[in-house]
């Protein structure tokens, strides 16, 4: 039985309470991604600040109309990611990206990924790997565009 | 020879096998694609093995039999859909590129005559169009400045006729409908809707790729001026679809891809083309796949396609009931086997299709879960995406048990029941 290790209870339980679900104003950028094989569709909010010099996750909020692994990678991903810089949060999407494309034979690194190691079994499945990156690739999308829109107004931010 | 779907299952070697570290097989997935019996797998391989060559062209005896059995390939299919012609029946890659050819070959046609398509002109198609026979009419539309209008579906799942008088009037240059929904299994008044389309002076294109593989296909019933269907969903192999036209405008249409062995002469500046099927057929074609296609033809005469109808209208019932009785399910489509084929699709309350199917895939349960190619329908039943069980001969009563349980075990597993 490897429904278990797909569907572990995390997993479960961030589907069924999703954290920082909702769209929140006020926010940088929002975008709209849908995955075409099934429809699933995230539209994502997100909100920087300056800590430092570094552009900072203040706010990531979203609406998403998905399955259980789409939502609660979207939750998980949110909860990690708000308080850390933009650099940090990258690197957490680079390595939960290397671990879904592992087809399960990745060794996920729990001090970085913290509670998305729980998706290492939806990496031996190929067809729902975009189900697990839907709302990071969302993320990612809105933090390029809101980096971009505030290097017009603040041109010290940024890289 | 009465119909024995145990027989009937020896025939198809991927049956045996087992899934998901050792459990059975449990094919419901035929509407996506059909398997395939040992009859056209040898077929295929006494081809490469014994008669391969290219077609038309090449003077030596194997090209002689694969021509011959290209050909025959033609004639087994223009039988198997009651076409009289065998020079109607073109081979295309599958259904989506049989619409295209139309599409683009009306498009290439340069608004004259009985292909005139431009500003103020109609297309009509319906909600219920998978987008193969949704897309290719909207770039027609885009190319043209003609304008797309779409008969709605009913809430219960069948096409609204109520405003059939107004949408199919003398604008109206062709209709494109699907004769059974994938996704709801319907199966749509295909022969009154193209009456009132000619009476309107309409064209009218059939996508049949659901209703062949159960041998209603048949193109004088039907009463439309194109049909199209592909052999991978009717035991055949991938690669090979059909377009079937009426002659006469077959032979009036430009062609869709220009190339090799589709002209009749060719200068530097400008060429003339072979008659029709072979206009349409350009460079080399999928012999292979289309011999394949006629030993599936065969294999599905001989096995008798009213024997195969009432299989599947059998499995529908004990589906229907199976399903019906599941709490917090929900079939999209007619629940009654009334003009429906064998392909349900359904909600399950609080449980996303794709981890429906997920728990059935851990169960050696083979359906498919998203909106099977066909949004626009449904957002018009106001579903983000379902969940498809499609049966053909080869299934049984068994197979739709273990669906029903694994539909239960994953309510139980996501806590929804």
């Known amino acids: ?159 | 020879m009465t119909f024995e779907v145990g027989r009937i299952r020896k025939d198809f070697p991927i049956l045996d096998r087992t899934v998901r570290g050792g459990r059975p097989l449990v094919y419901l997935d035929s509407a996506n694609t059909s398997q395939k019996p040992r009859q056209v797998i040898d077929t295929l391989t006494d081809f490469y093995e014994r008669h391969n060559a290219n077609i038309h062209r090449a003077t030596h005896e194997l090209g002689e039999e694969a021509t011959e059995a290209y050909e025959g390939a033609r004639i087994k299919v223009a039988q198997f859909i009651g076409a009289g012609d065998e020079g109607e029946v073109i081979f295309t890659k599958n259904v989506s590129e049989a619409i295209n050819l139309v599409a683009y070959s009306i498009g290439n046609a340069a608004g004259s005559g009985r292909f005139r398509l431009g500003e103020g002109d109609e297309i009509v198609i319906t909600e219920m169009e998978h987008h193969s026979n949704i897309v290719p009419w909207q770039l027609l539309c885009e190319r043209t400045g003609a304008t797309l209008r779409w008969f709605g579906v009913t809430p219960d799942g069948r096409l609204d006729l109520s405003r059939a008088d107004e949408l199919i009037n003398p604008r109206t240059r062709l209709v494109a409908l699907t004769h059974q929904s994938n996704v709801l299994g319907t199966i749509n008044p295909v022969a009154d809707i193209a009456a009132r389309a000619h009476a309107a002076g309409a064209l009218v294109l059939v996508d049949a790729a659901q209703s062949a593989p159960h041998g209603l296909a048949d193109v004088r019933s039907l009463g439309a001026d194109f049909v199209g269907f592909t052999g991978h969903k009717m035991c055949g192999p991938t690669g090979i679809g059909v377009l079937w036209g009426r002659r006469e405008l077959l032979e009036e249409m430009p062609p869709f891809l220009g190339g090799g062995e589709m002209i009749e002469t060719v200068w530097m500046d400008r060429s003339t083309f072979a008659p029709p099927p072979h206009k349409f057929e350009a460079g080399t074609m999928p012999i292979a796949q289309a011999v394949g296609l006629g030993a599936a033809v065969d294999y599905l005469t001989e096995v008798g396609l009213e024997a195969v109808r009432a299989h599947e209208q059998d499995l529908l019932r004990h589906a229907l009931a199976a399903l019906t009785v599941i709490e917090g399910l929900r079939i999209l489509g007619p629940t009654e086997p009334v003009d429906r084929g064998g392909a349900i699709s359904f909600e399950l309350n609080g449980i996303h299709p794709h981890d429906v199917s997920q728990v059935l895939d851990d169960r050696g349960v083979a359906v498919r879960a998203g909106h099977h190619c066909a949004w626009p329908l449904h957002r018009a039943l106001g579903v983000q995406a379902s969940t498809r069980a499609s049966f053909y001969l080869y299934n049984t009563h068994d197979e739709i048990d273990a669906l029903a349980e694994g539909l239960r075990h994953a309510q139980r597993f996501f806590g929804t029941a």
């Open chain 1, 1 to 159: 039985m490897q429904l278990e290790s797909m569907y572990q209870e995390i997993i479960l339980e961030h589907y069924r309470r999703p954290l920082h679900a909702g769209l929140r104003e006020p926010f940088d950028a929002e975008v709209r991604h849908v995955n075409p094989t099934c429809g699933d569709e995230v539209t994502l909010r997100v909100t920087l600040k300056d800590a430092g010099s570094e552009p900072t996750v203040a706010d990531v909020s979203y609406d998403a109309l998905g399955c259980s692994i789409s939502q609660a990678s979207t939750s998980i991903m949110a909860d990690m990611i708000i308080g850390k810089t933009v650099a940090e949060a990258m690197a957490v999407g680079d390595e939960f990206l290397a671990l879904m494309q592992s087809r399960g034979e990745g060794e996920p690194d729990e001090d970085v990924l913290g509670d998305a190691v729980a998706f290492e079994g939806v990496s031996k499945y190929p067809a729902r790997i975009k189900c697990a990156l839907l709302g990071w690739m969302a993320w990612k999308d809105a933090t390029a565009r809101a980096l971009t829109g505030r290097q017009a107004d603040e041109p010290t931010i940024g890289e």
